[in-house]
């Protein structure tokens, strides 16, 4: 009796002993992750690294804070022993809300198979789609504790779309794809709050330099940047709306626009309120209207009326404060001599912008740094353009006007925290310390 249980106390030992390794690597659960945004000078599109595949490759993708899922081309260099097409009617199938099965009429390779569950893969700068397979292979990026990155860990399955080459035409020069951001299943903020049990939270911090990179973080705060400011204490909440239709190139029918719009009431410049036809603020049934944030549009970008409206309180609060106007230089309308503007800590001294949400205390500040853009030496330009008429969406805030800000998305919540300028808090988004600490 005692050594049969001698016996069996000494074998799970040895099993432990023997498993221990592995075992504890499997265990290591990161409570968040991270991945650095660099800023493509001639684009101006956002762009992240993650190492896919066996063996490991850096990809480089574009940033697309409302696309629907990672997209890679398989067409070119795609080789890895992980590789795996989706079969059709599988569980992955179920949940990306696939369009199709489809069969490939040429040999077997990535992106080609046989019996594979479909998607149409968008280039969302170009707004061309197409169709690709469905398929998993492994993704590997470091964890953080918010302050620094540290262990790398493994997401082995980490579904996503392969696209032909062609669909790269209009990304930054070497990217391999688009990292979908969007509020989907397979979108990377709900695949990788599945593959490690976190909250579907992520926060994105965008610089405004191209030679500095921002941050993304997979999960809950805190997201701690030098001089050793924790940004999730300083977050002002606002709903996200869903938009009940899909505002990607091609999609099934029925599906809601994965973009995240938030609710513009009014807008003011130099805190005096702008005339808008506020029936533009709003989504209506046919998905048109609302405001959305968006990380491939360099520009906020305004319905021609909101245009008019915005600008013409600007030129005319500008010429309050005695700033001379110019011509307009491609593709802004509104530019100023920089010569009787100075400089501040939170950029040239310019009318503020603010984007007023649910009531008159939630307030989305822009000042000089978001709102404006040197052309050249002597010319500020208002960085906000004309949509024209009759555009889907009524507001897109653009990079240039969520560079150093945290954003926060909440899916489970549906809210989004936003910080207010950095650059007032004696920081920015290329203050995260990337040096490793695992
Ligand atoms: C798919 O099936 C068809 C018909 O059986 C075959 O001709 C084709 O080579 C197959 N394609 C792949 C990629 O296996
Ligand atoms: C603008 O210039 C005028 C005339 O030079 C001057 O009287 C006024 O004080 C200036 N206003 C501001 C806001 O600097
Ligand atoms: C960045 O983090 C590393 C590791 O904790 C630390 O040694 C270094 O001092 C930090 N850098 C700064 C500028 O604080």
Excluded at 20 to 46: H, N
Excluded at 273 to 282: C, E, K, M, R, Y
């Amino acid at each position: 009796m005692a050594m049969a249980s001698l016996q069996f106390f000494l074998f799970t030992c040895l099993l432990l002993y023997i498993s221990s390794p592995s075992l504890a690597q499997q265990s290591f659960r990161p409570k968040a992750l991270v991945i650095p945004v660099a800023k493509d000078a001639s684009t101006l599109q956002y762009l992240t690294t993650i190492d896919q595949r066996t063996p490991l490759v850096p990809a480089d993708l574009v940033v697309d804070l409302g696309g629907r899922f990672l997209w890679v081309d398989c067409e070119r260099d795609y080789v890895s022993s992980t590789y795996r097409p989706v079969r059709c009617r599988s569980a992955q199938c179920s949940l990306d809300g696939a369009d199709g099965c489809g069969d490939c009429f040429s040999a077997p390779r990535p992106g080609c198979n046989n019996n594979t569950c479909g998607v149409t893969p968008d280039n969302s700068v170009t707004h061309v789609a197409t169709s690709g397979e469905v398929a998993q292979d492994v993704v590997s990026l470091q964890s953080t504790n918010g302050r620094n990155p540290g262990r790398v860990v493994n997401v082995p399955r980490f579904i996503f779309a392969c696209a032909p080459t062609f669909l790269l035409q209009g990304l930054a020069s070497g990217v391999a794809g688009m990292a979908g951001l969007g509020r989907t299943r397979i979108g990377l903020p709900s695949q990788f709050a599945a593959a490690f049990s976190f909250r579907r939270k992520f926060a994105v911090c965008l610089s405004s330099s191209t030679s500095a990179n921002g941050v993304i973080f997979f999960g809950d705060g805190p997201y701690t940047f030098l001089p050793g400011i924790d940004l999730s204490q300083s977050l002002t909440f606002t709903p996200l709306f869903i938009n009940p239709v899909s505002t990607a190139s091609a999609f099934p029918m029925g599906e809601p626009s994965a973009e995240y719009f938030i609710g513009v009431k009014s807008i003011k410049v130099n805190e005096k309120p702008v005339s808008l036809n506020t029936a533009l603020l709003s989504i209506n049934n046919q998905g048109v209207g609302g405001t959305k944030i968006s990380t491939v549009n360099p520009y906020t970008v305004l319905e021609a009326s909101i245009f008019k409206a915005v600008t013409d309180t600007f030129i005319n609060e500008a010429a309050a404060m005695n700033i001379t106007r110019v011509a307009g230089v491609a593709p802004f309308e509104v530019c100023f001599s920089s010569s009787n503007i100075f400089g501040t800590r939170v950029g040239p001294t310019v009318p503020s912008i603010n984007l007023v949400l649910q009531n008159q205390d939630v307030v989305w500040r822009i000042f000089g740094a978001n709102s404006m853009v040197a052309v050249n030496r002597d010319v500020l330009c208002l960085g906000f353009v004309n949509g024209g008429s009759n555009p889907r969406t009524s507001i897109v805030i653009g990079g240039q006007q969520l560079e150093n800000t945290l954003l926060q998305f909440d899916l489970a919540t549906s809210r989004l925290g936003f910080s207010g300028t950095l650059l007032g808090m004696r920081t920015a988004c290329a203050n995260f310390n990337f040096t490793s600490i695992a």
